[in-house]
């Protein structure tokens, strides 16, 4: 009887919705700069994940400086906060994308209004694959490396990217060229040039090469 009861009462229609549809999945093309281009607006391919260095400090220091007093750290047997020491670790990276190379060269920093407490100020680099800086991509770490950071501290193998002309023998700068047998702290500070500091200089430098020739033929560009 109760089934039948239920048969009897009237029964509820929900409407069927529409199906959504898939957003369109749209290719970025510029015709001026074809490098600028990207397989897909919303996203970003990332090609490789390589691994930065990590900053060390030397032998003369022994212990961080306690946060509750991070001044501290002007003794030269201590170091910055471990906390703070390793958020700028933590904080960087190397990304090679599918047009461009980026990597993040943090830096600990004083609060504002405040000479106690420390954040991380980050120093994020972007090339492109056609910037003419990438012509000339080195391993650049001394041989003294491993007794360098034990005695000095140190950031990691240096991989140096700078724009050569005049046959290798002058280094490009905003005033035109620069002699490459300029001192360095002299050149570093005109010159168009970036240093990467990474776990590995030699790895970094070879899949840089292979990314922006795979992506010059994806384009059909002159290298």
């Given at each position: 009887n109760?089934?039948?009861?239920y048969a009897q009462?009237?029964?509820t229609?929900?409407?069927?919705?529409?199906?959504?549809?898939?957003?369109?999945?749209?290719?970025?093309?510029?015709?001026?700069?074809?490098i600028?281009?990207?397989?897909?607006?919303?996203?970003?391919?990332?090609?490789?994940n390589?691994?930065?260095?990590?900053?060390?400090?030397?032998?003369?220091?022994?212990?961080?400086?306690?946060?509750?007093?991070?001044?501290?750290?002007?003794?030269?047997?201590c170091?910055?906060?471990e906390?703070?020491?390793?958020?700028?670790?933590?904080?960087?990276?190397?990304?090679?994308?599918?047009n461009?190379?980026?990597?993040?060269?943090?830096?600990?920093?004083?609060?504002?209004?405040?000479?106690?407490?420390?954040?991380?100020?980050?120093?994020?680099?972007v090339?492109f694959?056609?910037?003419?800086v990438?012509?000339?991509?080195?391993?650049?770490?001394?041989?003294?490396?491993s007794?360098?950071?034990f005695?000095?501290?140190?950031?990691?193998?240096r991989?140096?990217?700078?724009?050569?002309?005049?046959?290798?023998?002058?280094l490009?700068?905003?005033?035109?060229?620069?002699?490459?047998?300029?001192?360095?702290l002299?050149?570093?500070?005109?010159?168009?040039?970036?240093?990467?500091?990474?776990?590995?200089?030699?790895?970094?430098v070879?899949?840089?090469?292979?990314?922006?020739?795979?992506?010059?033929?994806?384009l059909?560009?002159?290298?």
């Amino acid at each position: 009887n109760r089934l039948a009861m239920y048969a009897q009462q009237p029964q509820t229609v929900y409407a069927q919705q529409p199906a959504q549809q898939a957003p369109q999945i749209i290719p970025h093309r510029v015709e001026h700069r074809p490098i600028m281009n990207r397989i897909d607006t919303r996203y970003l391919v990332v090609k490789r994940n390589l691994t930065p260095g990590q900053n060390e400090p030397s032998c003369w220091a022994c212990c961080h400086a306690p946060e509750s007093c991070p001044c501290c750290r002007l003794f030269p047997c201590c170091t910055k906060p471990e906390k703070i020491f390793n958020q700028v670790n933590d904080s960087k990276y190397i990304t090679l994308y599918e047009n461009r190379i980026e990597w993040n060269d943090p830096i600990a920093v004083d609060k504002e209004c405040s000479c106690a407490q420390f954040r991380v100020k980050d120093n994020v680099t972007v090339l492109f694959y056609d910037d003419p800086v990438l012509d000339s991509i080195t391993d650049s770490t001394p041989w003294c490396h491993s007794c360098r950071t034990f005695c000095c501290g140190g950031k990691g193998q240096r991989v140096r990217i700078e724009q050569t002309c005049c046959c290798g023998c002058c280094l490009r700068c905003p005033l035109g060229c620069v002699p490459v047998c300029c001192p360095g702290l002299c050149a570093n500070g005109l010159v168009y040039g970036h240093d990467i500091y990474a776990e590995n200089a030699r790895e970094v430098v070879d899949a840089i090469k292979e990314a922006k020739e795979n992506r010059m033929r994806e384009l059909n560009m002159e290298q």
